[in-house]
């Protein structure tokens, strides 16, 4: 293990190793900063503690509200088993909410002061005078702010992992239970032999992904977003306070837009698998799609929505740095 | 150097570890009757505000206010037993933690000191738990026997009375096996919990986050155990399910069993192993880890502290 982290400097761009000014400079400075050493060392217990208590609590409530399952013995098991797995992810799920929004805050008011600071300090022109490129004092900045935010991303990632397998089991007894349980032998037929698992297993594949990259992607967005409004400040209060309002901005909007997408995509689903009922006149006179057509094409609007949304942020995240560069240029001393 | 040169203040602060030690001793001294008195008056206050009205639907109004009031009784007395076990667990981890210091050679022996002194804490659930069983012996007498007045006629009565019938050793053998792990349990987990801690604050820098990291572990250990008893029950019952497939629709290895348990059913002697073999799982890795733990510890400690020589510190 050892070995494996002396290689690893190898492998980091020059920019995010100790032996670069501008990176060891940062990384000092935040060391000092005693708050922040203060929430990394007490993120993880207190991540844990939540998710161990709240699990307990919204199993045992929920548990308790719903009852028991009318039925033979063995359903009353599956009820339990189910439930137990269903409250487990809701309150994983509501921690992930209180603990990202925290760490979402954290970042931007971590990255905010990177630019506008050294501005207000007077010194970000001693730093352009070095022989340091533009581009590796923007980059080091980044990688340092970044780096001391690795136990919050580490506490986020298990947890992701936690609900991820939770998600997973509970997922096996819908499929399993409710969709496989009811197939008759041309449904398996039609579901191996016509490839219908594939664009399912594709789909799948996609909100895995996107669900396990999503702290390390939003940590990397809100440190570039913090970044690119400390370019447009003067000062550190002036850009944290931008960074958090942009950061505000940005979430209401893709709140809005993913509810909108989302809506419209199921409203024209619903119209084209059913177009008898189509409230939309385009929709009525069209013949209604095969089983075949309607899961590919299911599965293909999953996917492609969810890739289009971590191209968006990947783009976000490059075109924010591309962004503070050209800012970062005309920034006097 | 003149008198007036600004010299940093170096002399320590002084350390109040008189107050301290008393207020250990008076948290020592006042731990078991403070729970005593704590769970008595929350069993007085909730048995005197609730089950005063008995509904009109109801045919047996002695058996619904007893049997509301014990089972009242059994919740809040889990109810502070949970919260005790939880506490005690954290507060082994912290103090395990702290036992932690130099190469490890006594590591042992200061989590023996360490148990110790916190053996009250144990004690105190213990306490509790015994508690529960307490209540849950009157609720047999009151069920079983006329020593209080006629037996009372609960659902689960002639379930119980028949289950101990037809399979009196192995119902028998079970609670013998959880009610030894109930009331040995806090025991184990103190024991467990200092072990778990000592082996997590050997990651630690600085000795100042040794008991954090302890922490850490300890709840990491208690979420990860709630998780092994979620997943690990879904995933069987999973498994089983698709195996076995019980349906309403097609002929499967459940059809012909009585949809509801039956006392005479073999399923449960197989519950009743279930329980057994599960609880002995659970002692033996409360029994036998805490020893692994404190061997990877001074292994640990032994590879990473400096070694102390009389030219100074390698």
Redesign the interface.
């Known amino acids: 293990m050892a070995d494996q982290l002396r290689v690893l400097p190898l492998i980091r761009p020059r920019w995010a190793q100790v032996t670069h000014p501008v990176y060891r400079l940062e990384r000092q400075r935040r060391e000092r900063i005693r708050s922040l050493a203060g929430l990394n060392q007490k993120f993880m217990p207190v991540l844990f503690g939540m998710c161990g208590g709240l699990c307990l609590l919204f199993v045992i409530l929920g548990l308790s509200a719903r009852g028991w399952a009318w039925g033979s013995w063995w359903e009353q098991f599956e009820h339990l088993a189910r439930n137990s797995l269903g409250f487990t992810l809701l309150a994983l799920l509501f921690v992930q909410l209180i603990a990202g929004m925290v760490v979402n805050i954290v970042t931007v008011a971590q990255a905010a002061p990177l630019i506008g600071g050294e501005v207000e300090l007077r010194s970000w022109g001693l730093l352009r005078v070095t022989t340091v490129p533009l581009h590796e004092i923007i980059f080091a900045k980044f990688a340092a702010a970044v780096r001391h935010l690795r136990s919050l991303l580490t506490g986020l990632l298990i947890l992701r992992g936690i609900s991820l397998v939770t998600g997973i089991l509970l997922f096996a007894y819908v499929v399993l239970r409710d969709i496989f349980y009811s197939f008759s032998p041309a449904d398996w037929q039609r579901f191996w032999g016509d490839g219908l698992w594939f664009p399912a297993l594709l789909a799948l594949c996609a909100g895995v992904i996107f669900f396990a990259a999503q702290p390390g992607v939003q940590v990397l967005l809100n440190t570039a977003l913090g970044m690119l409004a400390s370019a447009f400040s003067r000062s550190r209060g002036q850009a944290v306070g931008l960074g958090l309002a942009a950061r505000l901005v940005l979430w209401i909007a893709s709140i809005l837009s993913d509810f909108v997408l989302i809506y419209g995509l199921t409203f024209l689903f619903s119209n084209w698998l059913e177009p008898r009922y189509a409230t939309l006149e385009a929709f009525r006179n069209q013949p209604a799609p095969t089983t075949q057509q309607a899961v590919w094409a299911v599965s293909l609007a999953i996917f492609g929505y969810l890739l289009a949304v971590m191209l968006w942020q990947a783009g976000f995240i490059l075109t924010a740095l591309g962004l503070i560069q050209r800012r970062a240029r005309s920034i006097g001393p | 150097m003149s008198e007036t040169t600004a010299l940093p203040h170096t002399r320590p602060k002084r350390r109040h570890w008189l107050s301290l030690v008393l207020r250990w001793k008076t948290v020592r001294i006042g731990c078991l009757p403070a729970t005593l008195l704590l769970a008595g008056l929350m069993l007085v206050f909730f048995n005197a505000v609730s089950f005063n009205n008995v509904p009109y639907w109801v045919a047996s109004p002695r058996a619904y206010v007893i049997g509301g009031r014990l089972v009242l009784s059994v919740g809040v007395l889990m109810g502070l037993q949970a919260v005790g076990t939880w506490m005690l667990g954290l507060i082994a981890a912290s103090k395990g933690g702290n036992a932690v210091s130099g190469q490890g050679e006594l590591l042992q022996q200061r989590l023996i000191i360490s148990r110790r002194r916190m053996s009250f804490l144990a004690w105190a659930v213990i306490l509790l738990r015994l508690g529960v069983v307490v209540v849950l012996i009157m609720t047999a007498i009151y069920a079983f026997t006329p020593l209080l007045g006629p037996p009372l006629r609960w659902d689960t009565t002639t379930f119980v009375r028949a289950v101990f019938r037809r399979w009196p050793l192995p119902v028998a053998l079970t609670i013998v096996v959880v009610l030894t792990h109930w009331l040995i349990g806090p025991l184990l987990r103190m024991r467990y919990s200092t072990a778990l801690g000592a082996l997590a604050a050997t990651w630690a820098k600085q000795p100042a986050?040794r008991s954090?990291l302890a922490?850490?572990a300890r709840?990491?250990a208690?979420?990860a155990g709630?998780?092994a008893i979620?997943?690990g029950?879904?995933?069987i019952?999973?498994i089983v399910?698709?195996i076995?497939d019980?349906?309403y629709y097609s002929v499967s290895r459940?059809a012909g069993?009585p949809?509801?348990?039956s006392p005479s059913s073999p399923?449960v002697l197989t519950a009743c192993l279930i329980i057994c073999v599960l609880v002995l799982v659970i002692m033996a890795g409360q029994v036998f880890l805490p020893q692994v733990y404190v061997r990877m510890a001074r292994r640990r400690l032994r590879r990473t502290a400096p070694r102390e020589t009389l030219s100074g510190t390698l």
């Open positions: 986050d954090l922490l850490t709840l990491g208690g979420l709630y998780l979620v997943w029950g879904g995933l019952w999973l399910l698709t076995m019980p349906s459940f069993r949809s509801a348990l399923e």
